[in-house]
Structures are given as structure tokens and as C-alpha cells.
């Protein structure tokens, strides 16, 4: 999923002057949380700008979607085992943070 298409043309600059990047954060508290962030976040000369671009979550959001991660992410594990894809081990539901401008990868 391209999150850039769906943000508007809203795109913020940031305190370095440069256009702000739009990422998303998978964590269990906020799942699928899209914000605006320097240009350069993960790397030298980050400025810290930081702004949320979606609405806060409601709290049973919170609850229910990191489960349903988990079991999406279960569900397509056993598939790749069933279908007898190498490499493929264990059950790592954890839900790890993920930064990307490009697409939506919650895991």
C-alpha cells in the first residue's frame, strides 16, 4: 500500500527547510500511525521535526488491531509453509516498529 497517495497534497516542510517525508509506525499502542518527519529522519542532520497526520485512536482500535496483525501475519506463514516455501521458521508475531515513505509493512 503507497501511503503517499492517500495523504492529500498537505506536505509540510520541515525545520530544515526541506519537504517532510510521510512514514508510518507499527507499534501495538498505535498501529499503522502515520506521521510527517525530516527529511533526513533516520540519518545525519536530522532536525526533529515530528507531526502526527492522522487522528488520534480510539482505545479499543488499539486492542483489536494489533490482533488481527497477528493473525493476518499467521495465517500468511502457514500458507507459505502449506505451499512449501524454504525458509520459512517459527511464529514471530511481534509487531516491530517500521519507517518507510513507500509502503505499509506492520509485521
Known sequence: MNNDTD????????????????????T????????WGCYNYRGYGNCGFFRWSDPPMCARSKVI?????????????RSLKTNGFEGV?????SVAPVVSNEEVNCR
Request: aromatic share 8%; with cysteine; charged share 20%.
Open 65 to 77: 488491531i494489533p490482533g488481527l496483525l497477528r493473525r493476518i501475519q499467521d495465517l500468511e506463514m
Open 89 to 93: 521458521e517459527g511464529n514471530d508475531t
Open 7 to 26: 495523504v492529500g497534497s498537505f506536505n509540510p516542510k520541515c525545520l530544515c527547510g526541506i519537504s517532510a517525508r510521510h512514514f508510518t509506525y507499527c
Open 28 to 35: 501495538d499502542s498505535n498501529p499503522g500511525g502515520r506521521f
